[in-house]
């Protein structure tokens, strides 16, 4: 669902033709504000305290600060604040370290602006989007885990998780309370030895341990 408030923005990259590029992408849009711009990862911290955007694009590859590290310091400050990290480059440590670090989203910098448009809308709900190639590594790292024993009530919330549900709606949803759903989730987490939800979703989908 498309939200109908103003998404405030701020992006963060040392590459001024490409910051350029997305920030006009940004004023064509309605619904998206540029509440400012960082040319690196210490610039977007200071910048986030005193703007408090809805959602930061992130250079993973800055100098003073990475940002990797500015994100961890971001949601630290400010949990609301969705960040999507955007690189040239991709491995599975990267990958990991973003998630870890509280990103929503990992998307490869030669991305359409019309998806990276659409993942801005998405961030802000709450739901992530992993590139293609970020979402196999995932997959593949958590291989060796072998087969995941998850109860049907299980299978159910994590069916949920999938179409990115938080414990709140999901709880609405299966009519209970939210503890009982915590507790799910954080069995569910445990069984896919993973601490993120994304991964947990990712994992999800690639073995299929959720109907379509």
Do not use: W
Request: glycine fraction near 4%; include cysteine.
């Amino acid at each position: 669902m498309i939200p109908h408030e103003v998404i405030r923005i701020l992006v963060a990259d040392d590459h001024e033709l490409l910051r350029k590029g997305i920030t006009s992408m940004i004023h064509l849009c309605s619904d998206l504000h540029l509440v400012g711009e960082a040319r690196n990862g210490r610039e977007a911290v200071d910048l986030c305290y005193k703007t408090r955007p809805d959602v930061v694009l992130m250079d993973i590859m800055m100098p003073e600060m990475d940002g990797i590290h500015a994100t961890r310091l971001i949601r630290r400050h400010n949990l609301a604040i969705r960040v999507i990290m955007i690189s040239n480059f991709i491995s599975e440590d990267l990958v990991r370290e973003t998630i870890e670090a509280g990103a929503i989203s990992y998307l490869l910098k030669d991305v359409s602006l019309d998806d990276l448009n659409s993942s801005i809308r998405e961030a802000y709900c709450g739901r992530s989007v992993l590139t293609q190639q970020a979402a196999q590594i995932l997959v593949d790292s958590t291989q060796h885990h072998g087969q995941h024993r998850l109860t049907g009530r299980e299978r159910e919330v994590l069916t949920l998780i999938v179409k990115g549900m938080n414990n709140t709606e999901i709880a609405d949803r299966l009519t209970v309370s939210q503890s009982t759903i915590k507790k799910h989730v954080s069995n569910i987490l445990m069984k896919l030895k993973t601490t993120s939800r994304t991964e947990a979703a990712a994992i999800a989908i690639r073995q299929k341990l959720v109907a379509d």
